[in-house]
């Protein structure tokens, strides 16, 4: 009897039928960490790309630009001459007595005693907002708005998102090297058993 000829044929059989299930676990992990790299690579690029460019990067907080600028987005500004801003124009101040920063559309200009000043409202907001706005107090010009960019920009600055960031790309790397090594040492022990 070819005994030793019908194990190696099911083994053939066996790897034949695991090869479908390993490619799919390879693309799987392949995938993963290609998408992690993407993932880190967007939110360093959305963070620090335009910071090297002379943008600022800044998260909506609140509803008040809905539904043109939505919370969660984040925008990329541009420090403006005070010239260049017009009616129209979405930028980020800093209102008189307020410890944050809001961005909300320009609405009027007016020139008092010599300054540039600005009216502004939110789009969603049924009034303008209750006082001028200085050029001085213009952080910047909206050039972009980034749809829901910010939540993932809040999450990376955070130390659990820092560590998924480092720690994700590390355990996708650990998993493709120890499926690699023993995708390849599994070929030769059933070469050896083969031949006995």
């Known amino acids: 009897m070819n005994l030793p000829y019908v194990q190696a044929g099911k083994r053939r059989l066996q790897n034949r039928t695991s090869l479908p299930v390993a490619r799919a676990v390879k693309v799987l992990v392949s ?36 539904p043109a600028i939505r919370v969660g987005d984040a925008v990329m500004m541009k420090p403006p001459t005070p010239g260049e801003i017009r009616v129209g124009d979405v930028i980020t101040f800093k209102p008189f007595g307020s410890r944050g920063l809001v961005t909300h559309r320009v609405v009027a200009t007016s020139e008092i005693e010599g300054g540039l000043y600005f009216q502004t409202q939110g789009d969603a907001n049924a009034t303008p907002d209750p006082d001028l706005t200085s050029a001085e107090a213009v952080f910047g010009k909206v050039a972009l708005t980034l749809p829901k960019m910010g ?14 960031m480092i720690a994700l790309p590390l355990f996708v790397l650990m998993v493709r090297e120890v499926r690699g090594y023993f995708s390849n040492t599994e070929p030769e022990a059933a ?6």
Do not use: C, W
Not at 38 to 43: G, T
Not at 151 to 164: E, I, N, S, V
């Open 151 to 164: 939540f993932l920009l809040h999450f990376a600055a955070t130390p659990r998102g820092k560590m998924l």
């Open 191 to 196: 070469q050896g058993h083969d031949q006995v």
């Open 31 to 66: 995938g993963l960490f290609i998408s992690t790299i993407l993932m880190a690579a967007l939110v360093f690029g959305s963070a620090s790309l335009p910071a090297l460019l002379g943008y600022n990067t800044m998260v909506v907080t609140s509803g008040s630009m809905e």
